[in-house]
């Protein structure tokens, strides 16, 4: 009997590749749904996986990415976050909206905005820590970045501005809001927004 | 045979209380599934439920109202616009956040908006027409009211707003957000509402 390349794998070590990625993902998503985003750990996810914890960093980067890819969330938040506020305050609150139309307004984009805002408001995402998530990767980052008075609420008052426009705008599809472009939602959004950044009157 | 009291009734007309309530609000559920907000009249429903127009408006006065009662929705529109809008348009900012805090801030209330925002999102009104509901009776009653450029736009803006807020607050749970007073909130919303209300730069 040949003990040659044929043979099934039973304790090897998992080739690398597609098979690998998927186990990360169905262990992470194990973790985040028996622990929430907080208490589930890089590596508890690749113990699971059965993989060495640089291997979950080298496919996916940090927990944030990680919970980002499994629901399909857009974009990474600290590529966005970058792209809001490494320029600096001035000007971000309209940066807001074009990242919202960049990652959302496209038919791709719609849908995901639209199933994530279902998966939320029916609580799918309860277990795995959709709040928790936001609470860690995008207040919780945003807050940090701004100055004055009460920088964590300011930071969830922005983010509720910006699902508060997603869901008029993609499952109400109030009109003429659905419809209006970018430079008219940000005429009047974006002000209010920057006032939030900066903590002024 | 005794043709008195206990013959059940056939063709005759319905009695009035409980019975014809029931009878005018399923008319009307299957009305606006069919049909949605804007096409159904008061006098289909009345066709339908067997009774006179008069007696609908009786006992649920005009189709917002009956929409509103047959989804619960928290609040006639006519009523709580009236309370927005009939001091002027000073400081309606704030009164939207006092609204907002009266209308779902209870425990009952918590529960209304957090399904409402569940069965808008999945979509299960939009065959009754939620987003016609609330373009006729909600955003499409403040617009006429403000002054300025983009009066439909802005309410709709402002709706956003509101349903970010309920979305953040009640649904997500963010924190502090979720636990912040009225005061609070007001001292960041209410400005920025009531710079959507004023048309203002």
Request: a neutral charge; charged letters at 20%; proline letters at 6%.
């Amino acid at each position: 009997m040949s003990t040659g390349t044929s043979t099934p794998r039973a304790r090897g070590p998992r080739p690398a590749g597609e098979d690998t990625r998927a186990a990360i993902l169905a262990a992470a998503q194990a973790e985040f749904a028996e622990r929430g985003f907080d208490a589930t750990s890089v590596r508890a996810v690749a113990r699971r996986a059965g993989v060495d914890p640089g291997l979950v960093r080298h496919y996916f980067g940090t927990k944030g990415d990680l919970f980002t890819v499994l629901n399909e969330l857009p974009g990474l938040p600290g590529e966005f976050l970058g792209r809001l506020f490494d320029a600096g305050l001035d000007g971000a609150g309209r940066r807001i909206v074009a990242l919202f139309f960049s990652l959302w307004d496209a038919p791709a984009g719609r849908q995901k905005i639209r199933a994530l805002i279902a998966a939320a408001s029916s609580r799918e995402l309860e277990g795995a820590g959709l709040a928790e998530f936001i609470a860690a990767e995008v207040t919780g980052a945003i807050a940090p970045r701004l100055t004055g008075p009460q920088q964590q609420l300011r930071a969830e008052l922005i983010a509720s501005n910006v699902v508060g426009l997603a869901l008029a705008r993609y499952v109400l599809q109030l009109e003429p809001l659905a419809s209006a472009s970018e430079e008219e939602v940000a005429a009047w959004l974006a002000p209010n927004l920057q006032r939030l950044i900066d903590g002024g009157p």
